[in-house]
């Protein structure tokens, strides 16, 4: 039901967060070195 579809939310959510913070940080990282 709607439970099941807001659980997968709540722990969808914070993942993709997670990764998209994870990837910026990844290419924040690694653009100065490919510049340099």
Avoid: I, Q
Avoid at 17 to 23: I, K, Y
């Amino acid at each position: 039901g709607k439970s099941v579809r807001r659980a997968a939310c709540v722990v969808f959510l914070p993942v993709l967060l997670m990764v998209a913070l994870r990837t910026g940080l990844v290419c924040a990282a690694r653009r100065p070195l490919n510049e340099g």
